[in-house]
Each structure stands twice: as C-alpha cells, then as structure tokens.
Nanobody, 124 residues
Framework: VQLQASGGGLVQAGGSLRLSCAASERTFNWYAMGWFRQAPGKEREFVAA????????KYADSVKGRFTISRVNAKNTVYLQMNSLKPEDTAVYYCARGIGISVNMGDSRYYNYWGQGTQVTVSS
C-alpha cells in the first residue's frame, strides 16, 4: 500500500490549506484513515481520523472546529481541510492507513501504513 500526501505549503496565520492523501489500493473503504503531525523537536501527534465508511470522525482537541477530515472512497483519497491556521500548526503532516475500519483511530499504534509527509508552515 502506498500513500501519497500533498497540499502542504506556506501560509499566513488565519489562512487555509487542504491536504490530500491518495492511496493505492482497491479496499480503501475497509480502513480508517488518519492524519498525524510532527513539529521539530516534538513527538508525532494525532490530528484527525475518519472511519472506513466516513461516518465517524475524531479530532485532537487542538484542531477541533478548525480542521475537517473527509474522504472520497471512489477516489481512494482522504482530505484534511485546515482553516484558521496558527503558527503552532507548523509541522510535517503524515497520512496513515488504519489496521481496521474504525478501531482506536486516535492511536498511532493502530496504523500500519504511512505516507511520506507534507510540510505545513504557518507564519505569524
């Protein structure tokens, strides 16, 4: 399984970006998908996740109300719409495929395939 993340870039505080992650598999809808991020000098942290069918989502408290995760299973793609960006959102963002349709979506140990990461930089 290959995951290709894109859409990162440089944006001013208060701006928006949309990340995309395309998966190379036919059974995409069988698995939860998640977004994680890692800032310099910090551990990787959970951002958002969505169940295989798209009916359940989960967000980190730090992004609730600002970020929205969605997926289009017909396109094998998951998105992360990021609004009202803050400098503290600066990080490399990784998409990941879960080991099941919705189990423990906020725990990175339950993801077994990871994309290469895309840099998001928010200037103040």
């Amino acid at each position: 399984v290959q995951l290709q993340a894109s859409g990162g870039g440089l944006v001013q505080a208060g701006g928006s970006l949309r990340l995309s992650c395309a998966a190379s598999e036919r059974t995409f809808n069988w698995y939860a998908m998640g977004w994680f991020r890692q800032a310099p000098g910090k551990e990787r942290e959970f951002v958002a996740a969505i169940s295989g069918g798209g009916g359940t989502t989960k967000y980190a408290d730090s992004v609730k109300g600002r970020f929205t995760i969605s997926r289009v299973n017909a396109k094998n793609t998951v998105y992360l719409q990021m609004n009202s960006l803050k400098p503290e959102d600066t990080a490399v963002y990784y998409c990941a495929r879960g080991i099941g349709i919705s189990v423990n979506m906020g725990d990175s140990r339950y993801y077994n395939y990871w994309g290469q990461g895309t840099q998001v930089t928010v200037s103040s």
